[in-house]
Nanobody, 119 residues
Framework: QVQLVESGGGLAQAGGSLRLSCAASGRDFTRYTLGWFRQAPGKEREFVASITGSRGIDYYADSVKGRFTIFRDNAKKTVSLQMNSLKPEHTAVYYC????????????WGQGTQVTVSS
C-alpha cells in the first residue's frame, strides 16, 4: 500500500516556474514507478512524466519535454516535478501516481494539487 501527498501547487505567471513535490509512504519505494498526471478543466486526465524505481529512467509527454523535469529521492521517498517556462495551458490539477515497475496499472494516486498559470 502506498499513500501519496502532493504539495507545491499554486499560482504562477507565464514564463515562470513551479516545483511540485509528492511524499510517499509505504514499503519498497524503489520498486515503484512514480509519475505525474494532470487534468485541465473539461479535459481528460493525461500523462505528464514518470520515473522508474529500479533504474530511475524518466519519460515525458511530448508537450512537456525540455520544459519539465521529474526526479526522485529514494531516501526521502519523494518525487518532484520541476516545471519551467510555464504557459497558461499548463493550468490543471496535477496528480502524483505510483505503480509497481512491472505493472501497467497506475494503482495509487494522490489527491491532486492545483496549478494555475496566468498570462
Amino acid at each position: 500500500q502506498v499513500q501519496l501527498v502532493e504539495s507545491g501547487g499554486g499560482l504562477a505567471q507565464a514564463g515562470g516556474s513551479l516545483r511540485l513535490s509528492c511524499a510517499a509512504s509505504g514499503r519498497d519505494f524503489t520498486r515503484y514507478t512514480l509519475g505525474w498526471f494532470r487534468q485541465a478543466p473539461g479535459k481528460e486526465r493525461e500523462f505528464v512524466a514518470s520515473i522508474t524505481g529500479s533504474r530511475g529512467i524518466d519519460y515525458y509527454a511530448d508537450s512537456v519535454k525540455g520544459r519539465f523535469t521529474i526526479f526522485r529521492d529514494n531516501a526521502k521517498k519523494t518525487v518532484s516535478l520541476q516545471m519551467n517556462s510555464l504557459k497558461p495551458e499548463h493550468t490543471a490539477v496535477y496528480y502524483c501516481a505510483a505503480k509497481m515497475d512491472s505493472s501497467i496499472e497506475w494503482k495509487y494516486w494522490g489527491q491532486g494539487t492545483q496549478v494555475t498559470v496566468s498570462s
